[in-house]
């Protein structure tokens, strides 16, 4: 997305790197965070894998026009969709940060589509397929493209988590439960996650879990402020642009994958 970089609009790009860096933060800790908390997505990441999923998924539609309300067949889809998105996006093995292409952003709405299909079929939603959906909303947050669908896509990630957690609540699933929760803003409920699995580990772990926790809701408040920062320069931006129609135009601009 393209930003007029002029003026006080410079500081709402910074805001909008650190929201992402926050969100960042967040993932990387459940790719290498040390108690596994999620290995959710594995996956090869070459064009040619994305194109055969991409594939396999469009099939997979077709089927499901014959059977709409099949949850097996929304469920392999909701799979192949968040796999095709994955192998999709590009992963840097140095940082690990993660570079989502068009292509893939498009796959994890789609999977985002056939997921809330799914629920409304599913009598258990299965553990595993709700923990996928919870890091493919996530991985849309961090690709939005402005701050709205950043927040919806961040509830999105928690409400699906959930699901995963109350179908299995193990020491991983619940301590991503509550990292998700801390940026979704509900922190009473990320709070509760963390005594659940705190809860669940011997209890010369439990101080490390706690440790962790503390960190990511503390992230999470940090999150917060960022959000209202960004809200009021939008608000002093939106004022500018009916005070100087033409402001935006011409040069002075620069881009921002998102």
Do not use: C
């Amino acid at each position: 997305m393209l930003f007029d970089i002029r003026g006080r609009r410079k500081h709402v790009v910074r805001v909008v790197y650190a929201i992402l860096a926050l969100l960042m933060g967040a993932s990387l800790f459940l790719v290498v965070g040390p108690f596994n908390i999620a290995n959710l997505v594995g996956n090869s990441s070459t064009t040619s894998a994305g194109k055969l999923l991409v594939e396999q998924a469009e099939r997979l539609e077709r089927k499901v026009l014959a059977e709409p309300d099949n949850e097996v067949l929304l469920g392999a889809l909701t799979r192949t969709r968040i796999s095709a998105g994955n192998a999709l996006t590009v992963v840097s093995t140095e940082t690990g940060a993660k570079t989502v292409s068009p292509e893939a952003h498009q796959e994890f709405e789609q999977a985002a589509a056939s997921w809330r299909r799914y629920l409304n079929q599913a009598s258990t939603p299965s553990a595993s397929i709700a923990a996928l959906m919870a890091s493919a909303y996530f991985t849309l947050a961090e690709s939005s493209s402005g701050l709205e669908a950043a927040e919806q896509n961040v509830a999105g990630a928690a409400a699906a988590q959930n699901v995963a957690a109350k179908t299995q609540p193990t020491v991983n699933s619940l301590t991503t439960l509550a990292i998700y929760e801390y940026y979704n803003g509900d922190f009473k409920a990320g709070d509760e996650a963390a005594r659940k699995a705190e809860a669940k580990v011997p209890a010369s772990e439990a101080k490390e879990v706690e440790k962790k926790m503390i960190e990511f809701r503390s992230r999470g408040k940090a999150f917060e402020q960022q959000k209202k920062e960004f809200a009021k320069q939008e608000r002093e931006q939106g004022k500018e642009s009916l005070a100087n129609p033409f402001g935006g135009l011409g040069g002075g601009s620069g881009s921002l994958g998102g």
